[in-house]
């Protein structure tokens, strides 16, 4: 099920440091990513309610999902990389968890453990210090 927030997306640039020279003091190459999850047409109420609910760590309390990019040297290129990591986390966020199913541990596998905590027992016993009252 993939979901194309990209033309609800606003983008606002910022200068950003690392790599660039002196490029780096006058272009901005930072490209900063908001999405209202609320005012979205693209997905249904459910699924607003989930993506509020996993990614409620990237959302701000203006209800926008925000994503940050100054990996590049390029506008262009952080813009492509916030749009990709919005999707990515909008996609992650709507999977699905499959239910754990509760099995019966077996006969077996309970002696097992009952064996091997018995003989570390012994092992701890055995390493007591004997005292006079003990034999």
Do not use: C, H
Not at 23 to 34: A, F, I, L, Q, S
Not at 61 to 66: E, K, M, T
Request: glycine content about 6%.
């Amino acid at each position: 099920m993939k979901i194309d927030i990209t033309p609800e997306i606003i983008f606002q640039t910022a200068r950003s440091g690392g790599k660039g020279g002196q490029n780096v003091n006058k272009v901005e190459t930072m490209v900063e990513g908001r999405w209202l999850v609320d005012a979205s047409a693209l997905i249904s109420e459910e699924q607003k309610i989930i993506l509020k609910e996993k990614l409620q760590n990237k959302i701000t309390a203006d209800g926008y999902l925000l994503v940050k990019s100054q990996e590049e040297r390029s506008q262009l290129g952080n813009k492509q990389i916030v749009i990709k990591k919005m999707l990515a986390l909008v996609e992650a966020a709507l999977i699905k968890k499959k239910a754990r199913i509760a099995v019966k541990v077996p006969k077996a596998v309970k002696e097992n453990i009952l064996k091997n905590k018995k003989q570390k027992s012994q092992v701890k016993q055995q390493r007591k210090r004997i005292r006079p009252g003990d034999y």
